[in-house]
């Protein structure tokens, strides 16, 4: 009966480097196809024909609670060195209620653009969280 529900989203989990991290939220895993127009002035009839172009990809943001000593987003953001910086791999996964991947999607060369700390509010209640801004290379999309 389960299997005819979609799956919750907030049970995940997100691997880089090996290592398991814990995040609140993961945003922008989407990809969008550029169009080419193109017509030839040969042609009869008088409209452009759409042809898929180069795939974009847009950066993603993960989110996390900040914890005492841990300094990991700006020690991997200050990674740049002369037009260079650690890529790495991520592997997100949605989980099912027994903790397995049900869809995974694996992204290639991501790195670090913006590093955002918490917005600090003397009346606020909430955690403080940090977030990461990602651009990467290519996204993959498996379902298990």
Same mark, same amino acid.
Request: aromatic share 10%; no cysteine.
């Given at each position: 009966?389960?299997? &005819? @529900?979609?799956?919750? =989203?907030?049970?995940?989990?997100?691997?880089?480097? %090996?290592? !398991?991290? %814990? /995040?609140?939220? *993961? =945003?922008?895993?989407?990809?969008?196809?550029?169009?080419? $127009? @193109?017509?030839?002035?040969? @042609?009869? $009839? @008088?409209?452009?024909?759409?042809?898929? %172009? +180069?795939?974009?990809? =847009? &950066?993603?943001?993960?989110?996390?609670?900040?914890?005492?000593? $841990?300094?990991?987003? /700006?020690?991997?953001?200050?990674? *740049?060195?002369? &037009?260079? +910086?650690?890529? !790495?791999?991520?592997? +997100?996964?949605?989980?099912?209620?027994?903790?397995?991947? *049900?869809?995974?999607?694996?992204?290639? #060369?991501? /790195?670090?653009?913006?590093?955002?700390?918490?917005?600090?509010?003397?009346? %606020?209640?909430?955690? #403080?969280?940090?977030? +990461?801004?990602? #651009?990467?290379?290519?996204? *993959?999309?498996?379902?298990?």
């Amino acid at each position: 009966m389960a299997e &005819n @529900y979609p799956v919750s =989203s907030f049970h995940f989990q997100v691997e880089w480097g %090996g290592q !398991r991290v %814990g /995040f609140t939220e *993961v =945003s922008g895993l989407s990809v969008e196809l550029q169009t080419i $127009d @193109y017509r030839e002035g040969s @042609y009869l $009839d @008088y409209q452009v024909t759409k042809m898929p %172009g +180069i795939p974009q990809y =847009s &950066n993603i943001t993960l989110k996390r609670g900040i914890y005492k000593s $841990d300094n990991q987003f /700006f020690e991997w953001l200050n990674t *740049v060195q002369l &037009n260079s +910086i650690e890529r !790495r791999e991520l592997t +997100i996964s949605l989980l099912n209620e027994s903790h397995e991947p *049900v869809t995974t999607w694996k992204v290639n #060369a991501a /790195f670090p653009t913006k590093v955002e700390g918490p917005t600090l509010n003397s009346t %606020g209640n909430e955690a #403080a969280v940090e977030s +990461i801004e990602l #651009a990467h290379e290519g996204l *993959v999309v498996e379902n298990s």
